[in-house]
């Protein structure tokens, strides 16, 4: 088995956990909509009320990189059991 081949096994068992990172980083992304909410509407709730709570609020639009990074890889798992299984059944 090559390395390929082996990290896709691992990474199959630990899909649950890629889940829970997912879900992990859209439940952060609330308070970050919350905040660009309110800079687009210029109320000045929590927006610019300090620039450390801004800084942070933005970046959490970063963070996104990994979900959607564990999306695709989630998705070509799922593609790559069906295509295993699709040949398994011919060949059965």
Do not use: C, T
């Not at 199959?12 to 889940?19: F, M, Q, V, Y």
């Not at 970063?62 to 070509?76: A, D, T, W």
């Amino acid at each position: 088995m090559n390395v390929w081949n082996k990290f896709w096994n691992w990474y199959e068992n630990k899909i649950l956990g890629s889940i829970v990172i997912i879900a992990v980083i859209q439940f952060i992304q609330v308070p970050h909509m919350v905040w660009n909410a309110d800079i687009m509407l210029e109320a000045g709730i929590v927006s610019r009320v300090h620039p450390v709570i801004d800084w942070f609020l933005y970046g959490v639009d970063l963070i996104e990189i990994i979900s959607i990074i564990n999306v695709g890889m989630i998705m070509f798992s799922l593609i790559k059991k069906r295509r295993i299984n699709k040949k398994q059944i011919k060949q059965s």
